[in-house]
């Protein structure tokens, strides 16, 4: 027989309703004869007058008397059970400070190598906008980093100064770790300044605090913001006049402050930084030299020959050239193919002569013509990436290999098959200007689905090219070239054609696919009308 008791509580200063269950176990000397009722069950307790206590004295089976015995406490994300030998329910104390004691220092803050793109793994300092004391505003650029792909200038969240570099120019470091200290006072500069001559560039966030690690992780890196880094107008040579024609000097806050205090004319120098940015090492050097001119007496710059490379020279990679090396080996793992065809081009070429005087670029013609050809083939614009499965892509994006010096980077025109050709041209040379200045944002170069690699006009008739690791296929495009042919009379004839190599990945791609795609892109090619609509 059982009987079913209901109260009501609360625990942990929370309402609780709870049903209990008590067994009436009969006697080891049952009475048979004995009619009387059951006893009433015991009126419930009274609540104790503290809401976080409840006491109870019922007669409970062993298992809810335990769970009953079991007292609540609070968690992050749900309630846990404690154990308690006593019969009252509690809430234990909070945790001790000690044990909620966090891995923060707020003087002392370590600015991080930022992460500029999926695929970067270490970036190179370019050159420090800040000098070593100088106060920092929130949202002020500290540092100009090259990643794999753009120079970017590097922003802080916090207001402080710039109290020890951990890197100096021209060096290297992994994401994530530190690259200068932040110090929120002119007081803890010092201090930083001992503990960044105590710490690697690699060391962790217990470099800048005392606290031992306890169970609280330590706090994320300091927040940072990346943009494009500001370059001038694009020269041959390495180096660049700071100013041209009366425009912005570019220069480092430093050399600024170094150059009034050595009376050196900024207009006048010749900077080394990047994209012609004048650092504190110019201004020493122009002021060894006797000073830079005034403006009146101001001369055309000088043009500054790079020496020759001396031969048998070891050279390092850059940190573009290390991405390029890793993009092919990474592709070494794919198992492709390679399917050529010809392809006519005397309409293509009497349409750019046309409307090349509006602004018209063959390589917006070429990835316009790919974009219609890959609607019609979406296999050949998919992408496998996990060796299992394969992405029919939602966007025909095609990604163009632009050459530049130390490597190259391949602008992305985003789809390509929606945008009309005027605006895809205008677009194409916004990238291209973009990428030789290193300002290419991460998602205007990672997000292709397929390449386009020409080399027609260096008069290459063809060539293969290597798929870039998550993509399905790349087409190299060779130059188009007067071919004698035979014609459908039987005769002799002359056209001009063009040779394409497309390479791709044959765990999702097939020969039969490539070869219906560049019949499609022939009939495009050979037919253009479709292409300025």
């Known amino acids: 027989k059982r009987e079913i008791i209901t109260f009501t509580g609360k625990v942990v200063e929370t309402s609780a309703q709870f049903r209990c269950t008590r067994e009436n176990t009969p006697s080891s000397s049952p009475s048979p004869?004995?009619?009387?009722?059951?006893?009433?069950?015991?009126?419930?307790?009274?609540?104790?007058?503290?809401?976080?206590?409840?006491?109870?004295?019922?007669?409970?089976?062993?298992?809810?008397?335990?769970?009953?015995?079991?007292?609540?406490?609070?968690?992050?994300?749900?309630?846990?059970?404690?154990?308690?030998?006593?019969?009252?329910?509690?809430?234990?104390?909070?945790?001790?400070?000690?044990?909620?004691?966090?891995?923060?220092q707020a003087k002392i803050r370590e600015i991080f190598m930022p992460a500029l793109s999926s695929t970067m793994t270490e970036g190179k300092i370019v050159s420090w906008v800040k000098s070593e004391g100088d106060k920092l505003s929130k949202g002020e650029s500290v540092v100009v980093v090259e990643s794999d792909k753009a120079d970017m200038d590097v922003e802080t969240f916090y207001d402080g100064y710039l109290a020890a570099i951990?890197?100096?120019?021209g060096g290297v470091a992994t994401v994530g770790s530190a690259i200068a200290l932040l110090a929120e006072t002119e007081d803890e500069i010092a201090e930083a300044k001992s503990k960044a001559s105590n710490s690697s560039p690699s060391s962790s966030s217990a470099a800048v605090s005392d606290s031992p690690p306890v169970e609280v992780s330590a706090p994320p890196p300091l927040p940072v913001v990346a943009k494009a880094a500001p370059a001038a107008a694009a020269a041959a040579s390495s180096v660049h006049p700071a100013s041209e024609g009366g425009k912005r000097i570019v220069a480092s806050p430093y050399a600024k402050k170094l150059a009034k205090e050595l009376n050196v004319d900024l207009r006048g120098v010749v900077g080394s930084g990047p994209m012609g940015r004048i650092v504190a090492k110019d201004v020493e050097a122009a002021a060894v030299a006797g000073g830079a001119p005034a403006a009146t007496e101001a001369k055309a710059p000088k043009v500054v020959v790079s020496p020759k490379l001396e031969l048998g020279s070891v050279v390092p990679f850059t940190t573009m050239q290390n991405a390029v090396s890793r993009n092919m080996v990474e592709s070494l793992a794919v198992p492709t193919f390679r399917v050529g065809y010809t392809i006519t081009t005397e309409a293509l070429d009497s349409l750019y002569k046309k409307i090349k005087s509006k602004g018209v670029t063959m390589t917006a013609l070429l990835a316009k013509a790919t974009a219609l050809a890959l609607v019609k083939h979406p296999v050949v614009n998919s992408s496998c990436r996990d060796g299992k499965s394969f992405t029919y892509n939602s966007s025909i994006n095609i990604a163009v290999a632009v050459a530049m010096d130390g490597g190259l980077i391949t602008p992305v025109l985003q789809d390509a098959d929606k945008v009309d050709l005027y605006s895809l041209s205008r677009k194409w040379k916004e990238l291209v200007d973009k990428a030789r200045a290193k300002q290419l944002q991460p998602h205007e170069y990672s997000t292709g689905t397929f390449t386009l690699s020409n080399l027609g006009m260096f008069g290459v008739d063809r060539f293969d090219a290597i798929l870039p690791p998550g993509t399905g296929a790349i087409m190299a495009v060779g130059a188009?070239?007067?071919?004698?042919?035979?014609?459908?009379?039987?005769?002799?004839?002359?056209?001009?054609?063009?040779?394409?190599?497309?390479?791709?990945?044959?765990?999702?791609?097939?020969?039969?696919?490539?070869?219906?795609f560049l019949q499609t892109l022939a009939k495009i090619i050979e037919d253009p009308k479709d292409l300025t609509l």
């Open 166 to 169: 951990m890197v100096d120019e």
């Open 480 to 516: 188009s070239q007067p071919t004698v042919v035979a014609t459908k009379d039987g005769r002799i004839g002359m056209k001009n054609q063009m040779q394409v190599n497309v390479t791709a990945d044959h765990r999702v791609i097939y020969g039969a696919d490539l070869a219906s």
């Open 33 to 104: 004869t004995n009619t009387n009722p059951p006893s009433p069950p015991p009126p419930p307790p009274p609540p104790s007058p503290n809401p976080r206590h409840l006491s109870l004295s019922l007669s409970l089976s062993p298992s809810m008397a335990h769970l009953l015995n079991t007292a609540f406490i609070p968690s992050s994300s749900s309630l846990r059970r404690h154990s308690s030998s006593s019969s009252t329910l509690s809430s234990p104390p909070l945790p001790s400070p000690s044990i909620r004691k966090t891995l923060i």
